[in-house]
């Protein structure tokens, strides 16, 4: 398994790991019988946990067809680990922005992980 493999894994976990604090924050008012109910996200950190989680279910799909696509074309896998690594990070950094309420800083480092994201996806191109 390679380590762009791995950063899949990451993302996942990731995704689902920024739920946590607006979980935590409203621990008195949620119902695990209603876990999706839209009221209980509706401001503050428990808003913007939910907005992280649903970014990163989108921002998921193309991450792992560009790994998995740079990977099949014979794209240099280090590059593919390093540049997968880079955009972890910046998801990373990205999900702790937007937990904390930094809305400007969020979109620069979004734009960020966003081009490690398209560098993965165009490798076999930029050196076949």
Not at 54 to 68: D, H, I, K, M, R
Request: proline share 5%.
């Amino acid at each position: 398994m390679t380590i762009a493999e791995l950063c899949l894994l990451g993302m996942v976990f990731l995704t689902l790991l920024v739920l946590a604090p607006g979980k935590y924050a409203g621990r008195r008012e949620f119902d695990n019988a209603y876990p999706r109910d839209p009221s209980f996200y509706t401001k503050g950190l428990r808003a913007r946990s939910q907005g992280a989680h649903q970014n990163g279910l989108e921002a998921f799909p193309f991450f792992a067809a560009a790994v998995l696509l740079a990977e099949m074309h014979g794209a240099p896998q280090h590059t593919i680990d390093g540049l997968a690594l880079a955009f972890l990070g910046a998801r990373v950094a990205y999900a702790v922005a937007y937990l904390g309420d930094r809305p400007t800083l969020r979109s620069i480092i979004w734009s960020l992980a966003l081009l490690c994201n398209v560098a993965i996806f165009l490798l076999p191109v930029l050196v076949g």
